[in-house]
């Protein structure tokens, strides 16, 4: 049992971080589906991306995730793209449980769930994705991974670990809010700090959420389209209130944690991350 808060957050961390084989199964689809969507639709590449990719996933929650690089004219809608995508899919994988949410098509394999983001080169760079809320986003994945990676480096790993960290919190917490967001919003706010400690940056960085009313955000690398943060405004509801209750929570931490309280910042840890 831990001692101590940092090192009651480090057993948190270890525990909720993949290791490199939890997802061979799923990413073992990986060629099945880029011929399938090759021989019917057209692919110039698919890579992976998301979290996993980033290395900021979460054990027991996040999925094997790749980006289609489809051939042919974009369409006015990205709702018909998906649409192609996932029936195209269907007829490959029978019986396989086959969705779409936004903007991928959801494979839901025996062995792992794979996400397919179909999407077109976009003009300057970058590709057009569906967007969560509706319509076509730019996206740029790979600058992105970049964009993190530079500030995770420069904080030792902190950047990725405070963007697991909400992720679990998300994930625990059934939070409807996106897990790129959550992410890029994590190294933007390490990305002014000249440290990083897990217990105080958790709270700060819900702490702006919370302040920001998880209001869209600007792409750090001025490259793509704002990132939003929810679905829906019933979706949003229901993320600030559950952020509401976090942040009260790991203001608590932090406090007793400064005041050397590992006992009662450990029980406010728990359950801000329902553990």
């Known amino acids: 049992m831990s001692t101590t808060a940092s090192a009651w957050m480090s057993e948190l ?17 990986k060629d099945s589906i880029e011929t399938r969507l090759d021989n019917t639709l057209g692919v110039y590449r ?9 290395g900021t996933g979460v054990w027991h929650y996040s999925d094997a995730d790749y980006l289609v690089s489809l051939k042919g004219i974009q369409p006015s809608s990205p709702w018909t793209m998906l649409t ?3 029936e195209s899919l269907q007829a490959r994988f029978p019986s396989t449980s086959i969705t779409i949410r936004q903007p991928a098509v ?29 319509g076509w986003m730019k996206s740029f ?35 409807p809010v996106s897990s790129c967001y959550l992410e890029m919003k994590a190294a933007k706010h390490l990305s002014d700090e000249t440290s990083y400690n897990p ?19 600007n792409d750090p690398t001025g490259l793509g389209s704002r990132f939003g ?29 400064v005041a050397n309280d590992d006992e009662n910042a450990i029980t406010q840890l728990k359950l801000l991350f329902n553990r």
């Open 84 to 86: 192609k995508a996932k």
């Open 106 to 134: 959801v494979c839901n394999f025996s062995d792992g769930v794979v996400e397919v983001v179909p999407g077109y080169i976009a003009a300057g760079g970058g590709y057009m994705i569906a967007n969560p809320s509706g």
């Open 141 to 175: 994945p790979e600058d992105h991974n970049k964009y993190v990676n530079e500030i995770n480096s420069k904080h030792s790993g902190g950047a990725k670990k405070l963007a697991r960290h909400l992720k679990i919190w998300k994930y625990k917490r059934s939070v």
């Open 46 to 54: 698919m890579f992976e991306i998301g979290s996993l990719r980033h």
């Open 229 to 257: 943060s929810c679905s829906s405004d019933a979706t949003k509801k229901d993320a600030l209130s559950k952020l509401d209750t976090a942040v009260g929570r790991a203001k608590k931490a932090m406090d007793y944690y």
């Open 199 to 217: 217990i105080i940056d958790l709270y700060y960085a819900l702490k702006h959420l919370q302040t920001v009313q998880l209001a869209s955000m």
């Open 13 to 29: 961390t270890t525990y909720y971080t993949p290791t490199a084989s939890q997802f061979d199964g799923a990413k073992s689809h």
